[in-house]
Structure formats: structure tokens, C-alpha cells
């Protein structure tokens, strides 16, 4: 049974667009039977009473989700009578707005008036208005009552409906969207702009409401199926010239700039199609590192490693010369090593260590030097008793080359004139 209902057809539902006044939202009405035609005026039933408005398009058929039940039904065609109200109403609107304005300056109140409309039965009269603040009224709704004899309502409005409201051209010459063909207003956020790559000057992306403009909607949901199939920038790729880092994405036309990793100075453009991601985004601290030889375009599926049997490398330094061969320097060292030991055992006896001398020790005289040891073979000479070969002169010491010489005429050592 529940398949059966399920397949059952839909029963669509007659409706009539009215718009109440030029360039304001259609709403669907219930014809009640009745043959409209687009341009028609009707009198039609609404929560504040019968109201006056014009057909926008005949009889046609909707799907009844698309319709907010209960519906409310066309009264009749609009007669000569019902227009001449319709006028008087108008003019009587705009005799109320310019009352309303001569008040708010008299109350000194914060608040621009935007509009006025006039019941159609002029049992009420329905002022907008737009503030920054919360306002004060209530004295000026006594005196527009006391004026007019009627009900009065103030409604405080933002700027985009004042925008739709008064109407105008927008920054592309064409008349507001929102005045002319936008039903309801979508929520646009600063967001889209960054998604669209648009400058974020506020006089740029702004409406002549203050507002984001309403058109960056309409590309949005484009924009968001490019992002899908392009990388994102500083993302890693092979490119048929070689792997490299994206620099700049173009969303428009599905391109990619590279910076090439081999030679940072080069910078290609490249399809999507042409490219393939290694790592998407920016790397981060937790990333594997990419493999050297991953190259699915480049290497045809892995890249070619480098041959150090067929490439060879230019030499950047000749090779170092030395001025004598390399056996004559050896053989140098080896007698030197050899020659050493010999000579520390010559010089110093068994177990002793070979005094040092200091520079000023060297230079100085010191009397007290030990003798030289006579070898063992020579001949002992006899020692000289004093007083034996007067007429024999002493043996004098042998004077070294060191030794410092007296200024002649001295009385010092063996330099002494002789008595």
C-alpha cells in the first residue's frame, strides 16, 4: 500500500502572481475561479483587509510544495471605481509623508523616513522608517493621528529593504536587483569575496546600502565547484617540466602557476588537467616528506634517478701539484724520524735529563761551570808547585768566544799588568 501511494501523481495547484506595488515581492493567490491575465488589478483579500494590486502573471500551475497554505483567494477584477481609490490613496500617501517630516524635525527625533502607504479601505496608514537606534514615537504618533484621524503604525526597517523600498542604479548601471527581481534577500558574508579572489575594500564589494552586494551570491556556488578540482596555492605538483610549487591559482579559467623546483627563477603555466598534486596546501610539521623519485608525470610514474656512470660532472678545481715528488718527501721523513732517537741518547746519559738554559742564563757568565772531563788514554800531567820555574809565565786560560772583554787598564782577572 505504501508503494502504491508513493506512485501516485501529484495534484499541482492553480495559482495567480499579484504584486502589490512595482518592484516589490509575488506573492501566489488563489484565482477562485477567476481569469486573470498578467496586468490586470484585482482586489484581493490579505490579513490587513482587501487590498488593491496587479496581476503579474494568469492562471498557471505550481507544485503545491512550492506553495504556503492556506492560500488566500482573488476577490474580484478591479473596477473604474476601485482604481479611482487607488489614485486618491496615492496622493494621500504622499501629502502623509511630507506631514510625517515636518513632525520628526519638530520632535527632534534620530529616524529617516522612507516611505508611506495608505489602506486601501484609508482605514490605516503605514509609515517606514530607518534608525540607528532605538526611537522614541510615541509622541509623534498622537500628533499624526490627531492630524490624519486614522490609525497610525511606524515600523522601523533596515537598510536593504530602504534600498528596495526607494529603488536606484547600482554600481553596473542596472537598476537594484533586489528593486527589480529579487524576491527575498540571501545572506552574504565577507567569505564569498575571499572565495571570488575580489578585494576586500568595502567601497568595491559594497551596495549603495552599505551592505555586501547581493550579486556575490549568485556566482558563489561556481566558485565553490572550482575550488573543488583546483589545488590550492603553495601546494606541491609534477608538472611535465618538472615538479614545482604553485604560486597562483586562477579559478576562471582553470590554471595554475608553478614555480619549478630545479630552477626557482622559472615560473610555468599549466592546465589542471596537465598537473598532478604531490601534496595539497601548505606543508605542515606532521607531513611525510615526498619522495625524491615521485614524478607521475615528468618520469612517466616515477622520475628518473640520477646515473653517475653516464653523467659526468665538470670539474670546477685543477688537481693540486706539488713541487717536489712524493717519494723524495717520504723518504725525507723517515731519516728524520730515525735520526732522532740517536741523538737523545748521545746527548743526555742514563737517566738523566739535559739541563735547560734560559736566554738570560746563556748570556750571562757563570764561573762555577764544570770542568771537561779529560778522556781516560791521556797522559797525566803534573801538577805546578809554586815557587818551582820562576822564570816560566802562568798558563792563562783559553778565552772563549763568549767571553766578555775588559776595557784595557783594568784590575780585574788575569788582565792586570804584571808588577
Known amino acids: 500500500m505504501e508503494n502504491e501511494t508513493n506512485t501516485q501523481p501529484v495534484t499541482p495547484v492553480e495559482v495567480v502572481d499579484i504584486q502589490f506595488r512595482q518592484g516589490q515581492k509575488v506573492y501566489y493567490f488563489?484565482?477562485?475561479?477567476?481569469?486573470?491575465?498578467?496586468?490586470?488589478?484585482?482586489?484581493?483579500?490579505?490579513?490587513?483587509g482587501a487590498e488593491y494590486g496587479i496581476c503579474t502573471a494568469g492562471n498557471h500551475q505550481v507544485h503545491p510544495a512550492e506553495v504556503v497554505a492556506p492560500l488566500r483567494k482573488v476577490i474580484r477584477l478591479a473596477t473604474e471605481q476601485d482604481q479611482k481609490i487607488a489614485k486618491a490613496n496615492r496622493a494621500k500617501e504622499k501629502h502623509a509623508f511630507t506631514v510625517c517630516l515636518d513632525k520628526i524635525r519638530e520632535h527632534q527625533l534620530d529616524m529617516q523616513l522612507v516611505s508611506a502607504e495608505c489602506a486601501f479601505d484609508g482605514s490605516k496608514i503605514l509609515f517606514f522608517f530607518t534608525a540607528d537606534e532605538r526611537v522614541d514615537?510615541?509622541?509623534?504618533?498622537?500628533?499624526?493621528?490627531?492630524?490624519?484621524?486614522?490609525?497610525?503604525?511606524?515600523?522601523?526597517?533596515g537598510v536593504r529593504d530602504k534600498a528596495k523600498m526607494v529603488g536606484g542604479l547600482g554600481?553596473?548601471?542596472?537598476?537594484?536587483?533586489?528593486?527589480?527581481?529579487?524576491?527575498?534577500?540571501?545572506?552574504?558574508?565577507?567569505?564569498?569575496?575571499k572565495t571570488q579572489n575580489l578585494s576586500l575594500n568595502p567601497t568595491k564589494i559594497s551596495g549603495t546600502c552599505g551592505r555586501l552586494m547581493c550579486c556575490l551570491k549568485y556566482e558563489q556556488d561556481a566558485y565553490e565547484d572550482l575550488i573543488r578540482s583546483s589545488p590550492k596555492a603553495e601546494s606541491f605538483v609534477d608538472t611535465p617540466d618538472g615538479r614545482g610549487t604553485v604560486v597562483e591559482v586562477d579559478l576562471l579559467r582553470q590554471r595554475v602557476k608553478v614555480r619549478m623546483e630545479e630552477q626557482t627563477d622559472t615560473i610555468g603555466i599549466y592546465h589542471n588537467s596537465e598537473i598532478a598534486v604531490?601534496?595539497?596546501?601548505?606543508?605542515?610539521?606532521?607531513?611525510?616528506?615526498?619522495?625524491?623519485?615521485?614524478?607521475?608525470?615528468?618520469?612517466?610514474?616515477?622520475?628518473?634517478?640520477?646515473?653517475?656512470?653516464?653523467?659526468?660532472?665538470?670539474?670546477?678545481?685543477?688537481?693540486?701539484k706539488f713541487r717536489y715528488s712524493t717519494e723524495t718527501v717520504a723518504e725525507g721523513v723517515e731519516e728524520s724520524k730515525q735520526a732522532q732517537p740517536a741523538q737523545k741518547a748521545e746527548q743526555t746519559p742514563e737517566g738523566e735529563k739535559k739541563p735547560q738554559r734560559s736566554?738570560?742564563?746563556?748570556?750571562?757568565?757563570?764561573?762555577?761551570?764544570?770542568k771537561q772531563e779529560q778522556p781516560p788514554n791521556a797522559e797525566?800531567?803534573?801538577?805546578?808547585?809554586?815557587?818551582?820555574?820562576?822564570?816560566?809565565?802562568?798558563?792563562?786560560?783559553?778565552?772563549?768566544?763568549?767571553?766578555?772583554?775588559?776595557?784595557?787598564?783594568?784590575?780585574?782577572g788575569n788582565n792586570a799588568p804584571e808588577a
Not at 359 to 368: G, L
Open 359 to 370: 736566554r738570560n742564563n746563556r748570556r750571562r757568565r757563570t764561573d762555577n761551570k764544570p
Open 137 to 157: 514615537f510615541r509622541e509623534l504618533v498622537k500628533d499624526l493621528a490627531s492630524s490624519f484621524h486614522c490609525r497610525i503604525e511606524l515600523r522601523q526597517i
Open 278 to 320: 604531490l601534496r595539497n596546501g601548505k606543508a605542515k610539521k606532521n607531513d611525510p616528506p615526498i619522495p625524491a623519485d615521485l614524478a607521475p608525470i615528468s618520469g612517466g610514474g616515477k622520475r628518473r634517478r640520477f646515473q653517475p656512470e653516464l653523467e659526468e660532472t665538470p670539474r670546477l678545481l685543477d688537481p693540486i
Open 30 to 48: 488563489d484565482p477562485a475561479g477567476i481569469s486573470c491575465k498578467a496586468g490586470d488589478h484585482v482586489i484581493i483579500d490579505t490579513a490587513r
Open 380 to 412: 797525566a800531567t803534573p801538577k805546578k808547585v809554586p815557587g818551582e820555574g820562576a822564570g816560566e809565565k802562568p798558563n792563562k786560560p783559553r778565552r772563549r768566544n763568549h767571553h766578555r772583554r775588559h776595557r784595557p787598564g783594568g784590575n780585574s
Open 171 to 193: 554600481i553596473c548601471g542596472r537598476p537594484f536587483c533586489c528593486a527589480s527581481f529579487l524576491d527575498d534577500f540571501q545572506p552574504v558574508s565577507i567569505k564569498m569575496a
